[in-house]
């Protein structure tokens, strides 16, 4: 049974992994890091550590992680703030991360496109949704496509 204090150091361990694997997933191109798995000439050692590089980076994998990391720090922050004695669970909060991953991924594929949409009409026949929010005056995307956050 954990004590307050090291569900603490375990939540403070766990959100400050999720935010370096957040970043590192943001900024460092995996595209790269793979280079270096597969590269000619590359020593096991370094080929596993680019290959743990890859997992961390690659798209997919980070998602993963990222989800079931903040399921761990759900879990420890919710025993650490409840007042009661709560006994965290971690294996079930990483079950739980993989399978909100899952889902999210399902619901990606599962939504409709633009013709199923539009009742299957011509593309014509349809508003789209950037002339939509042209005509209500809330698309706020610049006209070089970028999102706004990247214009300044």
């Known amino acids: 049974m954990a004590s307050k204090a090291s ?3 375990i939540l403070s361990l766990s959100l400050l992994f ?3 694997l957040f970043v590192a997933g943001s900024t460092i191109p995996s595209d790269n890091v793979l280079q270096g798995v597969l590269g000619e000439g590359v020593p096991v050692g370094k080929r596993l550590l680019h290959l743990l590089g890859f997992v961390f980076t ?3 994998s980070n998602i993963l992680l990222l989800c079931c990391f903040a399921s761990l720090v759900g879990e420890y922050g919710r025993e650490a703030m409840s007042r009661r004695k709560i006994i965290p669970n971690p294996q079930v909060a ?3 991360g993989f399978f ?3 889902d999210k991924g399902r619901r990606q594929r599962d939504r409709p496109n633009d013709h199923q949409l539009a009742g299957g009409h011509r593309q014509e026949d349809k508003e789209t949704a950037h002339e939509r929010n042209l005509r209500i005056g809330t698309d706020f995307t610049p006209a070089h496509g970028l999102p ?3 214009t300044y």
């Open 7 to 9: 569900s603490t150091i």
């Open 148 to 150: 706004p956050v990247f």
């Open 94 to 96: 990483l079950v739980r």
């Open 100 to 102: 909100i991953f899952l």
């Open 18 to 20: 999720w935010i370096a």
């Open 58 to 60: 690659w798209t997919w």
